[in-house]
């Protein structure tokens, strides 16, 4: 879509119109703010009230996205038309949470069949180490499994585990290595014994080098500890790559295979599950996906203007596109979704930091976001300064749950209440007049109110998004996941790219592998200076 598209200039009139409005005076001309900017899909709620949009800006929001054919677009990929067009692909990661009356198709295959004999057979190996009934060579309970993968082999079951740690139930410990740097597996290890340990190879393609070096790595350690067959007896994979995952040596019967429809950032539904369904049981796996299915057919059936990821991804571009704001801040108010962000983040950035559309041009507006973040209450004692009064304004998306994750509820009120007063400050501020005010109440001196108040003073008029749920459970982090996939397909859609390839990851791959030799030693003769100049530095000091 064009920048100069009525609908543009549209959104452009409404920010203008609003411009000199504050947060502070749209809540105050509406006392039902609440009632008219949030949305629930059962116990889900997003509260919206606090961005900076009015009924008529809300209104043209959403015209835009009917402009844009969200809907027409969302039934190309459920549909399993080639949405992928760089990489000719369909895109059904939403196929495997779905049940057979979904009749989901992929290049004119049904889906239903294959992706429930992997999920059961995947259920019942995760059942089978849970339980003890799948045995170490040494014929004991495994008591470690360690998830080797990188990227969307990684964050979704690292991140996952995490956030739901109170359903592991006497399962197995969990362990995650991505990095290649051989500190992340050597560290992890120190304390393991290979005798009761399971280690899974995660890796769509099975040829990413980080991967194979510390699936390597792992392997070595499990020969060492016992012969090859033994070993072998302790590993399994997930791949799409059957071929590669039999070359390495892993026996048929412990690879756990997914399709090319499935997006890396994509799969933790997928075989990638695996550690997830393994940590936390089949059952609660399978709760986690039919969270995601509600999502899933929410998305597909709401009418926009009450379709939650329809909602978040148009505030997004509000804030984006029409605010001009860079990045988002994404604070979860729950210490097991502490990943949660960096999740998000390659969810995010690798499917919609792109600058080209579909017809091959530069597209003409900013797309994709910066998304980061932290856990509160930590955040509001790290960068929370920056965010209330630095110069730059960062929307915030809020995340917090009504019910406590521990028994210590008082703790989750004062939780609570911080999570709901860092939206209010961002929101409203404190005027130097109110500063004044309340510096005055407090005895201090005329002078020193005139030195200190400026430094007191909140702008307030940022904006935030609170997401609010019952509890976080399977079925609660699943729907929130497929929030934020569908919200990033309906930006995707909208800035025209697409949002299923990731080209921008090759570059950096190719340049290593070139540079691998040159770090051990051979000579290279067209390097620019810098490189040279640190490769000969290294030398210097290792
Ligand atoms: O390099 C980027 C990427 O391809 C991600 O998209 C992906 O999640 C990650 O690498 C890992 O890839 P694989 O699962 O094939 O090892």
């Known amino acids: 879509m064009t920048l100069d598209s009525q609908h543009w200039t549209s959104l452009k009139t409404h920010q203008q119109r609003l411009k000199n409005t504050t947060l502070r005076d749209l809540f105050s001309e509406n006392p039902d703010r609440f009632g008219q900017f949030s949305c629930s899909l059962d116990d889900l709620t997003i509260d919206f009230s606090k961005e900076k949009v009015d009924a008529e800006a809300l209104a043209a929001l959403v015209e835009f996205a009917k402009f844009a054919d969200i809907e027409a677009s969302r039934q190309k990929m459920f549909s399993g038309q080639h949405v992928n067009f760089t990489e000719d692909r369909a895109v059904l990661h939403t196929a495997l949470r779905g049940q057979p009356e979904d009749q989901f198709v992929a290049d004119g295959t049904p889906l239903s069949e294959m992706i429930s004999e992997v999920l059961e057979r995947m259920c019942s190996f995760a059942e089978g180490v849970r339980s003890g009934d799948i045995k170490s060579a040494t014929g004991v309970k495994f008591t470690d499994v360690i998830n080797i993968g990188i990227g969307g082999s990684d964050l979704g079951p690292a991140m996952v585990t995490r956030a739901l740690s109170p359903y592991r139930d006497g399962g197995p410990n969990l362990h995650f290595v991505s990095n290649v740097d051989g500190a992340h597996l050597s560290d992890t290890i120190a304390n393991l014994d290979p005798k009761t340990t399971l280690v899974l190879i995660a890796s769509k393609t099975f040829t990413t080098a980080e991967t194979i070096a510390n699936a390597k790595a792992a392997r070595s350690w499990l020969r060492d500890a016992m012969d090859n067959k033994g070993a072998n007896q302790h590993m399994a994979a997930l791949s799409t790559n059957l071929e590669g995952t039999v070359e390495f040596g892993i026996p048929a019967e412990r690879v756990f295979g997914f399709w090319d429809w499935v997006g890396g950032r994509y799969s933790v539904w997928s075989a990638i599950g695996l550690p997830i369904a393994i940590a936390i049981g089949a059952g609660n796996f399978k709760a986690f996906l039919a969270g995601a299915r509600s999502m899933d057919q929410h998305f597909q059936s ?86 209330h009064q630095g110069t730059d304004v960062i929307p915030v998306d809020f995340i917090l749950g009504a019910k406590s994750g521990s028994s210590l509820t008082d703790q989750h009120e004062l939780l609570q209440a911080n999570c709901l007063a860092q939206s209010q400050a961002l929101a409203f501020g404190k005027t130097q007049d109110e500063v004044a005010a309340e510096m005055k109440a407090d005895g201090q001196s005329d002078d020193e109110i005139k030195r200190l108040s400026p430094h007191r003073t909140f702008p307030g008029d940022r904006p935030s998004t609170t997401i609010l749920h019952r509890q976080l459970d399977p079925f609660t982090l699943g729907r929130l996941i497929a929030l934020y996939e569908h919200k990033i397909f309906v930006q995707g859609v909208i800035w025209g790219v697409n949002s299923f390839d990731q080209w921008g990851v090759e570059l950096g791959k190719q340049l290593a592998k070139a540079l691998v030799p040159v770090v051990r030693g051979e000579p290279s003769e067209n390097l620019d200076s810098s490189t040279s100049g640190l490769i000969n530095r290294i030398n210097e000091l290792g």
């Open 302 to 387: 709401a009418p926009l203007e009450k379709n939650l990821p329809v909602l978040l991804a148009l505030i997004g571009i509000w804030r984006r596109n029409i605010l001009g704001y860079p990045t988002v801040a994404l604070i979860s108010y729950d210490q097991r979704l502490e990943r949660f962000a960096a999740y998000v983040q390659q969810l995010d950035m690798e499917s919609n930091g792109k600058q080209t559309d579909s017809n091959g041009n530069r597209v003409a507006i900013q797309t994709g976001p910066i998304i980061w973040g932290e856990p509160g209450t930590n955040a509001q004692h790290s960068f929370f300064q920056l965010v």
